[in-house]
């Protein structure tokens, strides 16, 4: 019986050979494809990093320093993934935050790895809190003291946009007259098609920061009565752009410089909001926390169902830390009251029942 | 998953046909579009779906979860789909005059004509069957430079198509804000025209794993009643509850 006969009709469904793009990884909760932050802190609480083709704003903190490390850590974990990078900025020259990446470091492995849990028998309401280190190193760690040397091949990847590059600008003639909007969606185009970017096959991506969009260098002339509706309008057609592409966009806004009404509207357009909070603006809370600033998850969209994405284990309200090398996310809780001769007894309770963003473990 | 939804705004005992639905969002009312979108589809309606913020594919995969099929609808030409983050693209990379959005670019003296027409010619290829006309977040338009009045006669041009033939049904969604008194004034006068009003807020208290958010229905005609509801959004759909019942 050397013939091959058939015996059933069943053939297995060849799936169309999708090309692994570089630098994403599916969502275990959506099935997108989400692109790492950089920070392995923040792609915990956000299912793994931000969908493919959608759009992030980041309120920036009153100085911008920690919303510009984290575009650092954004760009540098796409300087790692080789993905195509875009930096656009007017308050500063934009290669300077390229040229300023933090560079990877590997961490030595903790070796005291937890092999048998004990049952916790006084403490027993923490036994169900995630473990903060997992020993699985999810993505790259940066050091953000060490400037990253870009090798030669990857600098063909990188496109800027910012005042210094770009020539003569024109004013718009239909609704959107701005004409730096104008020249950056022209610019992001052309980057999109010089990498083709919007074929559909492509295996690589697009990281595009827009760094303090909305500051006066932008010139969106807003008088007292009306918006400048301009800065929601290329939010709008940036997040067009991204959507149909392989390229995810990051867009920090000072939003405290910003007419409020404008920050709720790009809230609304935005598929991702991060509010940055830093503790120097706030000294009553700062003596309550040992975090440096608070980060908020304003919104996070769902784009495959109706499930609203909470945070890990809920919350949306978290604590980072920024030290001289490292960002890290945390949740907030009360550091242990050693010295209560610091802050008076009336302070701390008061505070301590209006900031219902501290997690607080113990509850009664 | 039982969708409660229908029961809550009554609209399984009340037929939708000339009536005017305004979604007043403060938070996330897309849960309220897509039931809509869902019931119509199931009764088998002839649905014109106009966004400005979204792309086909959100509605399709978030259908899908819901039981309908955008793109078998599409395809069979019982559903057309206006404007979209695609159209929006297009306007920008090749300005054509029949674009939608086309007034971003290029001055106009009536900016939303254009949308008008493409709603106005797909509906009257519809004229005998019962049809609705769902136009999702509709304070985009603000976004994109139009000025409110502008947005007032392109509501009220869409009203009147409905109330022209009786079996259509208008769905409109609008996000607003407390800080932003365009956009609240826009709503307000939008809510006087519409039949029922549906506002949907979040938690006043923050974000929470039991409830979404809350749900107030207004009924400006027949059974002119007033009523809260809580909800909460599953993958499969919305369910909802009376206030405080939602952990029973």
Known sequence: ?364 | MADTVMKALMLDKIQIDGKSVLIVQHSDGSPFVHSLLTHSARQGRRICLVSFSQSIGYYHNVGTRLGWNLNNLLSKNQAVFIGGLHTLKNSFQSQCPSNPFNFLFNPASCPLQALFLAIESVILGWIEQPFSVVIDELDCLLNLGIEPKEVIKFFQQCHSLIQTYSNGSLVVSIGVTPLDKEITQCSTLLSHWSDLILTERGLQTGKSRDLTGTLTVKWNVSPFSEQHFHFKCFDRGVKMFAPGTAVL
């Open chain 1, 1 to 364: 019986m050397a013939a091959n006969i058939k015996i059933s009709s069943f053939q297995k469904r060849i799936k169309p050979s999708n090309p692994n793009i570089l630098g994403t990884k599916i969502s275990a909760v959506n099935s997108t494809l989400n692109v790492s932050f950089g920070v392995t802190s923040l792609d915990q609480i956000i299912d793994g990093g931000l969908p493919l083709g959608s759009l992030c704003v980041v309120e920036e903190d009153i100085y911008g320093s920690y919303a510009k490390i984290i575009t650092k850590y954004f760009l540098a974990e796409g300087a790692m993934q080789k993905n195509f990078l875009l930096s656009a900025s007017l308050n500063e020259n934009p290669w300077d935050l390229l040229n300023n990446l933090p560079s990877p470091v590997t961490e030595p492995r903790e070796t005291n790895i937890i092999e048998n849990r004990e049952e916790l028998k006084i403490a027993w309401r923490y036994e169900n809190l995630t473990l903060e280190d997992n020993n699985q190193r999810l993505g790259n760690a940066f050091d953000l003291s060490i400037p990253y040397v870009m090798p030669e091949t990857q600098k063909a990847n990188l496109a800027v946009w910012g005042e210094t590059v770009t020539p003569n600008l024109q004013r718009g003639t239909g609704t959107l007259k701005n004409s730096n909007c104008l020249s950056l969606l022209k610019a992001i185009e052309e980057a999109i098609k010089k990498w083709e970017l919007d074929s559909g096959t492509s295996p690589n991506l697009l990281r595009i920061v827009v760094s303090s969009f909305g500051s006066p260098f932008w010139q969106f002339d807003e008088n007292k009565s009306s918006l400048s509706t301009d800065f929601t309008a290329t939010l709008l057609l940036l997040k067009s752009i991204v959507r149909s592409t392989n390229a995810v966009a990051l867009v920090t806004i000072p939003h405290q410089l910003l007419n409020q009404s404008l920050v709720s509207r790009s809230r609304h357009l935005a598929d991702v909001v991060i509010q940055l909070k830093s503790l120097r603006e706030d000294p009553h809370l700062r003596d309550l926390m040992d975090v440096h600033g608070i980060l908020e998850l304003k919104k996070v969209a769902n784009l495959t169902s109706l499930k609203p994405i909470l945070g890990q284990d809920g919350t949306t309200t978290y604590g980072f830390k920024a030290t001289k090398r490292k960002f890290k996310i945390e949740k907030l809780h009360l550091p242990p009251a050693i010295d209560d001769d610091k802050s008076s007894p009336d302070h701390s309770s008061s505070l301590g029942c209006s900031s219902a963003a501290s997690k607080t473990n113990l509850d009664f």
